[in-house]
């Protein structure tokens, strides 16, 4: 807490203008069906924490790319202290001294955690060898700067999650970095893991090192930011210094109209139960429960809204109600009529569907066209005896598109060629023509923008006026209490708390989803993911 | 596509130059295809084209096509399937034993010679069966394709020599007192000047493109191969579908075995040697991506023409056999190298389609 103090103190003491050590100059990146940035200028101070935030699919992740060359602009320039740079790759990169921790862990799993440090920059002996000492000797001393007890030769796949991030880290400080980049690098850090984290930014602060730091935990960036950045749907919106500005800020910076607006609910009426679960169970290979012998009721018309830290078996729980996870047990009853399938393609014939929580892994067929998709989960519908029927397939694909108002130039055209938000709503396409009772959808808004997020809120709002039973779960507390009618909130694979749509608050949901967890109800604003570990 | 009508003159006008390079490079196994037909009918005039020669390359050609076509299916399914060659071995052989031989029965020290056509359907079965059991293995015990079909090459393959100690079955005209004559006449035989064998490529190509463009199993077969488990949330049942997929290969190389063993009336143990090779460099050829979910049926048969066309040609033109194996490694190269080309450019046309429409 003194540090952070002292930082305060530090950055007000700042008076003149910081020296800039490296400046993004008009960047646009254009992917396939989506432009990512558009004309963006980002300077990045000496020695500063300079903070990146806004909402998933605004365009952090994507500038954070093209400065450490894992992406190239498609236009725009590059400048490191007043000379341009062309970073072709992450070797070019760190040749100039820039460094990154990805988001996503880009450790490999079966090596050591001495050879992931030391990956494609060996130390050599007499250039043809491993230095195995020497590399030995160097992890171990960053290892302890990070003050953590890990093992150098230990494999990182038998490494808890927060290690392996710590590992990630060890990998960039291993190299003489000038720039650091930063994404989500607290994500799956217990809080004690975070404060070692923060200290290792000061000590490299004070070195003269800028790093890029980008979270979506607003209190925390205000914590170790200098500076905040502010990007919403690939647009710079403003830069701020952090002793200016507030939570409530960049919230609005962020969501640029006031967050409400975003959620349409309309009032629709609650009709009988439609779906019973008894002691779904899901067993935790190893010992203890992923789903802890959960039992609810959801109705015809209503939005039951799961509510959950990361690993607390949310999506588990879904996944084994649309039969993904044959160790799952327990009963379910739909229509009061028990289902004994335990087959996905079974459940989706007696209508519990999932739109699952990763649409690139789970949820869409790659290499198929638009068209492909929508239909690949109801081909029985538009057979005649043996053969598909074109005309009853285009009605089917027509009729979606319309409804879901999918944009699509042409339906035979790849789904990669469409927007995140767009490719989700297919997915939901595809889930609806199975013409399913109970609707599940798994974090159905992450990483789409503002306007798809919108529609998507619309879409589940005319499902549940037409009767079908919809679980909707989501990580943003706003999204889970703005749409549902009643929350269940899942903490270590059990039912914490039911919240009727007038009881929840967000306090509430969170104080519900950190029992078991031992820590208090610190209300966090984004919802976000959880410090704790994630199992 | 009621957009791209909508658009004005101009800009369809731009799309339908793009999507004339694109045709272009769609169709490159068939462009290729007629060059090189243009090439050995202009160096070989006029031997190349006489409809004796024609004939002769249709049969090489219906052989590795309908290996193609089977292998077609795997490879959609981002499988693949090596046991092709000795399956085509062991079905020539198991007709030749069941036509010279029969089916002894020690039990009751008789030998039951079974009909000509009984003899075609059990090899069939066989052959399909063993299909099943490479896809058997390759579900149920999650072994790769690759290793699960490389251990069916070799066990297929001993079998068909274990038959006959490693002899040949000669002479497989039957007797006409057992009723089991007439198995020559599927290789020799000719239905309006057409060799059977040429037929049945023909009514192959045709049903697999039925069933890969028409039918929710081809959809599945496709939607495997782009994302398996994308494809078991929406339902399919990927078990069931692979192991069709690796019986439909089993299949199609039952009928070429016994092609083979037809046309030579004779079966000989190392039938079909490497004859898998052909039939994966057909399918790639013929623009299927060996990491499934995209190819076509159409495009094998382009493929396998191609392959078969060269071959001949090649050997007419008298090229050593060394420089033949030469020019074929780098024409299946440079066909993967253009695919990947075509992939591109049709990302960047689906983008652009998109990006109109804003």
Known sequence: ?535 | MNATNALPAKQSQRITKTSLLQFLLRGRAFIALILVVIWFTWTLWPNFLSAENVVIMSKHVAQNALLAIGMTFVILTGGIDLSVGSLVGLTAMISGMLINEGIAIPAIGLIVYPHTWTILVISIIIATFMGAVNGFIITRFNVAPFIATLGMMYVARGFAGLLNNGYTFANLVGRPELSNTGFPKLGAGEFLGINYSIWLMVIFAVVAWFITTRTPFGRHVYAIGGNERSAELSGVRIKRTKVFVYMISGFCCAFVGLIIASQLVAAHPATGNTFELNAIAAVVLGGTSLAGGRGSIGGTLIGAFVIGVLGDGLVMSNVSSFWQMVIKGMVIVLAVIIDQVQARMQERIALQQQQELR
């Not at chain 1, 053969?387 to 055209?413: C, T, W």
């Not at chain 1, 749409?483 to 009727?500: C, H, N, P, Q, W």
């Open chain 1, 1 to 535: 807490m003194s540090e952070q103090a002292a930082l305060t103190q530090s950055s007000e003491m700042d008076t003149g203008a910081d020296t800039v050590a490296l400046r993004a100059e008009n960047i646009t990146k254009v992917f396939p069906g989506t432009i990512a940035l558009d004309n963006v200028s980002f300077n990045v101070y000496q020695g500063k924490v300079n903070v990146l935030v806004g909402e998933n699919g605004a365009g952090k992740s994507t500038l954070m790319k093209i400065l450490a060359g894992v992406e190239q602009p498609s236009s725009g320039h590059i400048f490191l202290e007043g000379k341009e740079i062309h970073v072709r790759n992450i070797q070019e990169a760190s040749r100039h001294g820039i460094g990154i921790i990805f988001q996503e862990m880009t450790l490999c799993p079966n090596l050591s955690v001495v050879e992931n440090i030391y990956l494609a920059r060996e130390v050599m002996l007499r250039g043809v060898m491993i230095d195995k000492k020497a590399q030995k000797k160097q992890a171990a001393e960053l290892v302890t700067r990070l003050e953590q007890k890990i093992d150098p030769d230990a494999q990182v796949s038998e490494l808890r999650i927060g290690q392996q991030q710590i590992v990630e880290i060890a990998k960039a400080l291993a190299q003489e970095v000038r720039i650091l980049i930063m994404d989500e690098p607290t994500s799956a850090l217990s809080a004690t893991e975070v404060e070692v984290l923060f200290r290792v930014i000061n000590e490299l602060k004070s070195r003269g090192v800028s790093i890029i730091y980008i979270s979506h935990k607003l209190d925390e960036l205000l914590q170790i930011g200098d500076y905040v950045t502010v990007l919403r749907d690939g647009k710079l919106v403003e830069t701020a210094r952090t002793a200016d500005i507030d939570v409530s800020w960049i919230i609005e910076k962020m969501v640029g109209k006031n967050p409400a607006a975003l959620f349409s609910r309309q009032e629709h009426t609650i009709g009988d139960v439609l779906l019973r679960v008894k002691d779904l169970t899901l067993p935790k290979p190893g010992g203890g429960y992923i789903v802890d012998h959960v039992s609810f009721e959801l109705h015809a018309g209503e939005i039951l809204g799961l509510y959950g830290l990361m690993g607390a078996g949310r999506s588990d729980l879904v996944d084994s109600l649309a039969g993904a996870r044959p160790q799952s047990s327990g009963s379910i009853w739909l229509n009061g009529e028990p289902i004994l399938t335990r087959k996905v393609s079974e459940r989706i014939q007696s209508g519990i569907v999932l739109v699952p929580e990763d649409r690139q892994r789970d949820g869409l067929v790659q290499t198929m066209s638009v068209a492909d998709n929508i239909l690949l989960a109801s081909l029985k519908k538009y057979l005649n005896r043996f053969f598909l029927v074109r005309k009853k397939e285009k009605d089917a694909v027509g009729g979606m598109i319309k409804d879901l108002s999918i944009r699509v130039a042409n339906p035979s055209q790849p789904i990669t060629s469409l927007s995140g938000g767009n490719q989700q709503k297919v997915v939901v396409a595809k889930a609806l023509l199975t013409s399913p009772k109970v609707l599940m959808l798994d974090e159905p808004t992450r990483g789409i923008d503002v306007g798809a997020k919108s529609e998507i809120f619309e879409i589940m709002s005319r499902l549940a006026q037409e009767g079908y039973g919809v679980i909707f779960i989501s990580t943003e507390l706003k999204e889970v209490l703005a749409m549902s009618d009643r929350i269940l909130v899942l903490s270590k694979g059990a039912i914490t708390g039911e919240f009727s749509r007038q009881e929840a608050t967000e306090e509430k949901l969170v104080a519900a989803s950190a029992i078991g967890h031992g820590l208090a109800g610190t209300a966090n604003h984004n919802g976000g993911t959880n410090p704790n570990e994630r199992n």
